[in-house]
Structure formats: C-alpha cells, structure tokens
C-alpha cells in the first residue's frame, strides 16, 4: 500500500493542475445538476417497528386531516398577571389582533382573549383560563409545515411578544414552532473556524500552508453535500444528514491535511526532490490516513445499527463525507502542495517554530516524551485517575428528548403553573381493526381506562373521534378512533413516559381484540429515547469490535488496539461524567437551566469521537511502529514517535476543540450541550489518553507491545504502513520518470 500511495503521490503532483481541476469541476458539474435537477429533502419522520410508527400510519389513513395538522406550525402565547387578567383585558385584545396578522393563521377568529373566551363559553374556561384566572393560553395554528418556518418569521413573533411584555404589568412568553426555529451557523461557528486557522498558523509556521487544510475541506464538503442531496431525488433523504457532513468533514479533512502536510516538510529536510518529498508523505503518512480514515467511517456508518432511518442517513452521509476526505489527502493535498511550489510555506511567521526542526534540537514534545518513558507507570496511573474521577457523575445520568429551548423557559413555567406542563405534548391514542368493524366499544373502554390513570389533565373532557362519514357524528359508523390525553408533567418527563406505556400496556388487551397505538410529538420522541438507549450497546460492539480488526492490520499488534480501545472507554466516560456534572447536575453555574441529557448524545459522540480518537491514535502511534521496524528500541521508537507526532496531534485536537467550543456561546442549552461533550471528548482523548496514557502503557509493555502471535502474523496481511518499501529507495534515486510502469524482473 505505501508504495502505491507513494507513486500516486508523486503522479498528482506532477499533474497538479490537472487534478486541481478535476476536483473544481466535479464540484461545479455536481452543483450544476443539484439546480437543474432541483431535489428536495424528505420531511416524513419515520420510526420502523415501533409502537408510535403504527400509530401515525392509522392516522394518516384515517385521520389525514390531524394527521397533517400535526406537521403544520403550532403556537402558544402564555400571558400573566398577578392582579389578574380581567384587569389587562384591553392589552390583550391589542396582543390577539397583533398575533392574527401572522403569516397563514389558519382561522383568524380562533385566536382569541382567553378572558373572553372563557366568559362566552364556561365549557373551555379550564383550557384557556388558569391560575385562577391569572394566566390565559392564546393557541395560534398556521398553514406552514413546522421545518419551512424561517428565521424572519420567528423574529416577527419574538418582536411580537416584546412589544407587550411587561406593559401594564402583564407578562407575555411563547412556546412552540416559532420558538424553536432552526437558526443557521452564526458568530459561533465563524469564531470557531477563525481560531482553527490561527492554530493552523502556528502549527505550520506559514501563512500559505495554513489554507491548504480549508481548501481541501470546503471542497470535500462541498463535494459531498452535492452527492446528498442529489441522492434526494431517488431515496427519502432527510436535511439533517447535511449537519453532521459538515461537522465531520471538514474535521477530518483539517486532520488529515496537517498531517500529510506536517510530513511533507519533514521529509523535505531528508533532501531529494519536493516530488519525491510528496511521494514520501503520501505514502508513509498518507497510509495512515487510509485507515484512520477506514475507522472513522466504520464508526458513523455503524449508527444504521440504531433503526432509525434518519440517523442511519446521517451516519451513511459522514460516512462519505470522510471517504472524500481521504481521497482529497492522497490526491488533491500533494496537488495544491506541487501547484504553490516553493511558495508553500511563505511566508514565515517569524517566532514560530515550523515543526521540521531537526531530531537533535530539543523541543517540547521531545522534552515531554523522555519524561513519559522515564515515569510511565505514575504518568499512566495519574492520567487514568484524573479520568476516573471526572466521570463520577456518569452515575447519575438521565436521558431525555425534548424540542424546547432557553427562551421558551418562562413560558413552560407559566404553562406548569396554570395548565400543566404537558398542554403542548398530547399523546395521540389510536384504536382500531376490532372486531367486527365497530370501534365504539373498544374506545370507549379505553377512555374509561385512560380516565382512571395518573398524571392526565382535566380527565373529565377526555372523548374520542372517529373516522365515520357524518362531519356532525363522527362516531357513528367508525372503523377507528382517536383518542387526545393531555399529561399534566413535561411531556419529556418520566411520568409522562409512565403513562404512555400504561395505556400501551392496556391495549394489548383491548377488548373486542382492537388494536391501540399511543403516537403524536411526545410519544415519537419517547421512542426515539428508548430505541437510541437499547441501541447503545450494539453499537459500541460493532465498531469497537471492527475498529479493533483495523488496528491490529495496522498495527500488527493485539496489545495496542486493545490499549487504544480501552482508553477510548475512560475517555468517554469522563466526558459523560462532566456533561452530567455540568448540564444536569448544575456544577459550576455555567448554564441556567438544568436538562437531561439530551438521548442521541451518547451515541452520537461515541460514534464522532471514536473516529476522531482512532486518528489520533494512528497518526501518534504509526511513526512509533515505523521507528520500531526499522531498528530502533521500544523505548527510543516511543520518544521519536511522540516527538514527531505530539504537535500534529495537539494541533488537530485544539481546531478540534475550538470549532466545538464555539457552540457553547450559542443561546441554547441543547447547543451548548453537544459543543461541550464533543469538545471535551477531544480533550480527554487528545491530551490525556493518546499523548500521556498510550505512550506510558506502550513504553511500559517494551518489545512485548509489537509482538503478534505466529498463527495470527499468517493470517493477517502486511499492508507496509511504516513505509519499508519506500525506504528502501535511496533519496537521490527517488527521481523515476516510469512510476507508473512495472520495474523490469531482475536478471
């Protein structure tokens, strides 16, 4: 593989302009076609298999009309007054006529005071009115699908509400689809990318050198968003496979440009030719890429194991969003390094190491590295400690899925305070197929039993609709029913999980041998939960278990995969350890209000960070093996290895860092929590596993950590990632204008 690599390095940048621009003209052809062909993201959510994906196919076939209801905008403005609203009455008329004016407000006239609401009709008083009369519900519904509200939209409505909140006194939040609009990347994200380009700087000591990385990432990005969202067009795709492409992508492309790049001008001080300096690289670094590529793409493409299609999808488009990348790092990086020349690191930043220093100049890595080998069973045990405690709080962990963000809080407390918190997440009960074709009885018992369970608000107005022919009885003639439950606690909330599963657990057996399903918002996301808890385990099987196949071909080695998969384990730990601490617990004050932690987290950051890990593992640990084949000690090969690889390393894992902390100065809490898992999973990784545990334990095992049983050394190929090949070609004869044709048999 290196030699190949090797020659496919030198043949891109021999004909640097020509890959260059195939590379922009796959990008251009590929955008051309996305517009002409104009394909569109699926918007239908489906669960196969459970209980809430049977429910929504009963509801769209027999209550279409709700069933589409449910997809489109629904709004709730809270208003508040401690004298009373009675007192506000002509404010709030003011807020209603203001609030009609929205775009598409299905039915105008609906939107009403909900003092005079309650006054005209004394039936629904309990449903507007509460509190005694101090808190009212405005429910506002709009003809716009919830995922095409735009930012202008939601601005119009927060500007809405700050136009009377605390006028006269009175208090006015919202909950709901226009709270909850999905904002595009801001000053968080640019601030995370401006910081990656300084480290960049710094880590190559050049200004040039720095873009290569952006380049190859935006274009690989680009790349692989365009062959999304084109896939669109054949298969039900949904938008949110793009997030995790960006994300991924361009942290992997920054990964493994700096290292190829770093090695490039590592091997340009051994002399020869700058072609032949790229050919050395691609090879030898180059190999590694491949395979911390090949585990990264393990690592997401493995969430299909999860069964929920639009994380499947997510995992499948990372999944090429890191092949991309790694054909951009053996094909178009030694392209842009032969198309800037000699210009490539220029100019010098003066005061900066380059990190091409020689071996003998002693340097920080080098300095560190002679310390780990010298202490490496109290450096080992200190860093596994430090882990340990950190995740503590691990043990306290509680998963939830909720849409709310930071500024509906005020408003969910005034719904707690006079409805009950779960007003805006009905369970949405469904029966059906009974016997003989007559619903009724089997729906009215489930009322009956619905009625007769805890945490259910206002369980006296609990009815059914049916599905019959007559818009004025609806029930007569019904083949299926429909059955709303409001809870009375959070619709994320263990209780309301309790009473979603007790009415599941009384429909299989509903009499008259119907069938009762529990679907709507809260039960899909209550699913969602429960399939991402129970998928978490497999998960880690799979690409532990494949990761580890891939490390020992690397590495050919049973003891340093093992190394590398374990201390993966410490470090994921103490990142949930510290999410707990932080975003549930409340430790240290840094968010205002506490959550659980959000469901598809854990997987998700097992799935990013483990391949994020397993690169930095190859790209540390393959120079040590390199070292180590080609006649140095274990201990040296350790020393030179880490002394090579620390800055690559740690510079990569502070872009890293810096591009998800940026995350945290987003508004919302749930962002807040995903920037700060990811970004101290890296650390914990970068800094203490791979750069002071692995090294420590390597250094501890001596020779005994390269050795491979003889049956299994048969068995398992040599794929040369330490180079040998290359080096066996002298630097003055690594000049051959016939790379590409077979050498002659020698005679």
Known sequence: MALGLYRLGRFAFRHKWWFVSAWLAVLIALGVIVSAVAPKFSTDFELPGTDSDRAMSVMKKDFAAVNEQQLKASTSILVAADDGLANHTAEIDQL????????????????????????????????????????????????????????????????LLAEFNGQGGLQVEGTGSLMQVFEQGGVSELLGFAVAFVIMIVAFGALI????????????????????????????????????????????????????VSRYRSELNLGGSREAAVGRAVGTAGSAVVFAGLTVMIAVAALAVVGIPFITQ???????????????????????????????FKPAIPGVRHGDEPDTQP???????????RFPLPVALVG????????????????????????????????????????????????????????????????????????????????????????????????AALISVTPEQSPSGPQTHTLMEQIRDYGAQAPNG??????????????????????????LIVVVGLAFIILTIVFRSLLVPLIATLG?????????????????????????????????????????????AMDYQVFLVTRMREEYVHGVSAKDSVIIGYQHGARVVASAAVIMISVFAAFMLA?????????????????????????????????????????????????????????????????????????????????
């Open 667 to 747: 508004p919302d809490t749930i962002a807040k929590m995903m920037g700060f898992a990811l970004a101290a999973a890296v650390f914990f990784d970068a800094f203490i596993i791979r750069m002071v545990v692995v090294p420590a334990v390597i250094t501890l095992l001596g020779d005994t950590a390269w050795k491979l049983p003889r049956w299994l050394d048969k068995i398992v190929p040599n794929v040369d990632v330490e180079g040998t090949a290359i080096r066996e070609i002298p630097i003055e004869n690594h000049i051959d204008p016939k790379l590409w044709e077979p050498e002659p048999a020698k005679v």
């Open 314 to 344: 997510m995992g499948v488009a990372a999944a090429v969003a890191v092949f991309v990348a790694v054909l951009g790092a053996i094909t178009l990086i030694p392209a842009l390094l032969g198309a800037f020349g000699r210009f490539a």
């Open 568 to 612: 993966f384990l410490f470090s994921v730990c103490a990142t949930f350890g510290a999410t707990v601490a932080i975003f549930q617990e409340g430790d240290f004050g840094i968010i205002d209000h506490t959550k659980p932690i959000i469901s598809f987290l854990p997987i998700f950051l097992v799935g990013v960070v483990f391949g994020l």
């Open 363 to 373: 340097s920080n890595g080098l300095r560190f590295a002679r310390f780990i080998t």
């Open 96 to 159: 209603v006529e203001k609030a009609r004016t929205l775009p598409k407000v299905i039915e105008p006239q609906t939107v009403v005071n909900p003092v005079t609401a309650a006054q005209e009709n004394p039936a629904v008083a309990s449903a507007v009115l509460g509190d005694d009369g101090k808190v009212g519900l405005i429910q506002i519904r709009q003809d716009i699908p919830m995922q095409d509200l735009t930012g202008a939209e939601m601005d119009q409505f927060k500007e």
């Open 209 to 260: 050198a720095a873009f290569i990385p952006l380049v190859t990432g935006l274009l690989g990005v680009g790349i692989t968003i365009m062959l999304v969202t084109l896939s669109a067009k054949i298969i039900d795709v949904q938008q949110s496979a793009t997030t995790i492409i960006t994300m991924l992508g361009i942290a992997v492309s920054i990964d493994y440009a700096l290292f190829i």
């Open 514 to 539: 119907a069938t009762v399903n529990v679907g709507g918002q809260t039960a899909i996301m209550s699913d969602i939960s429960s399939k991402l808890s129970s998928a978490l385990i497999p998960f």
């Open 384 to 479: 596994l400690v430090l882990l340990a405690i950190a995740a503590i709080p691990m043990t306290k962990m509680e998963l939830g899925m909720e849409s709310t963000t930071d500024s509906e809080y005020a408003a969910t407390q005034l719904l707690k305070r006079g409805f009950g918190e779960g007003v805006n997440g009905p369970l949405l009960v469904v029966v059906s197929d009974a016997e003989g074709g007559n619903v009724a009885p089997a729906a009215d018992a489930v009322v009956e039993k619905v009625k007769s369970l805890d945490n259910v608000a206002n369980p006296t107005q609990i009815t059914w609709i049916g599905n019959g022919t007559d818009p004025a009885n609806p029930q007569a003639g019904a083949t």
